[in-house]
């Protein structure tokens, strides 16, 4: 055993350990070694990563899709039925738990009509999503759902915000119809805070990821990330974490540019300065 250890370099005093672990994880991108799989942590985190991303990244333009429209409709027939009716399916499921969502899923379709496999196919083929999209349509429906309900939420909070601004006032008083002010001028200009919560949802996705994949056995990121925990495996948990953060910070980076893209008040303010 101290034989191993030193091999290892766990002998070597902590700031030592610290010193080497950062230098080889910005030089070399080594996320370190696991000693219960006997493999590295970037290898094993390259393949589970392509499967959490397909799953996430389906969820995210279901939510887009979804949500979006769904907040300028709920803005559009604000108080109103419809509007009531969205609001509290929004709660309700904002409020709901992932694991009970997850396991409502599984009774209602998994169990009853129309009979969904209540899990994804086995392996870890990375393509496997596209090969058999039934066996996904409960995780990443549950998923789906889950933002959904505060992406739309803000939506149509962001929308009533402009819709009361003077410009739109002043394009209806010069004859424009609603849907024209509604998707040329409240939609538009609601859309650089959209960018922004899309940016940061991104560790939300890959935070529900592991909950999903833990109820539906799905062999990815989060199923891995539970299992090393449980192995107390410090070098996985580690540099998955890590992983993680490497995408928040992508998706806040992803954010600014679509936002100077999407918004020219950006670009005339940094070009003056």
Known sequence: MHVWAVQHGLTQPYLVRLFKYVYQ??????????YKEGLSVRSIIS?????TLWLALSALIFTIVIAIPLGIFQASRRNTVADYAATGTAFVLYAMPAFLLCLLAIDAFGFHFPHLPIEPVSGIAPWAIFTDPKSFLLPVGCLTLLS???LSRFM???VLEVLVQDYVRTARAKGCGSLRVLWRHAFRNALGPIVTILGLAIPGLFGGALIIEYVFNYAGLGLQTYSAALNVDVPVVLGITILVAIFTLIGNLSADVALGLIDPRIRIEGSAK
Request: net charge positive; hydrophobic share 50%.
């Open 25 to 34: 994880l910005f030089f070399h991108f080594n996320l370190g070694f696991s």
């Open 47 to 51: 393949i589970y990563v392509p499967r």
């Open 148 to 150: 959904v309900a505060g």
């Open 156 to 158: 149509r909070g962001t």
